[in-house]
């Protein structure tokens, strides 16, 4: 089993920065890639940013350029860089690890972007 524990969201104005961090514990031997999901309220929970255990990123369109994610594997900490923050950005951001069998969320930080 692997527990997942996301903090540092909060309101901002738009413009500003966040740093997220997901602290992973347990069986986190067995993490191969990690990942930022959020979810506006009234929307389905969408893909913000990916890394592999060997540290290849993927991002959604709409944070390139803004968001970086980041792993700190002596550390068992996932990051997620947030400039440049937008309104549309404000929601509930998970962490999610995979293994080879199944995969993990968080419980969740809330990030609102204010106008």
């Known amino acids: 089993q692997v527990q997942l524990v996301e903090s540092g969201g909060g309101l901002v104005q738009a413009g500003g920065s966040l740093r997220l961090s997901c602290a992973a514990s347990g069986l986190i031997f067995s993490i191969n890639a990690m990942g930022w999901y959020r979810q506006a309220p009234g929307k389905q929970r969408e893909l913000v940013a990916t890394?592999?255990?060997?540290?290849?990123?993927d991002y959604a369109d709409s944070v390139k350029g803004r968001f970086t994610i980041s792993r700190d594997n002596a550390k068992n900490t996932l990051y997620l860089q947030m400039n440049s923050l937008e309104p549309e950005d404000t929601g509930v951001y998970y962490c999610?690890?995979?293994?080879?069998?199944?995969?993990?969320w968080g419980q969740g930080t809330q990030v609102t972007v204010s106008s």
């Open positions: 890394i592999t255990r060997g540290g290849s990123t």
């Open positions: 999610k690890a995979n293994d080879l069998v199944q995969f993990y």
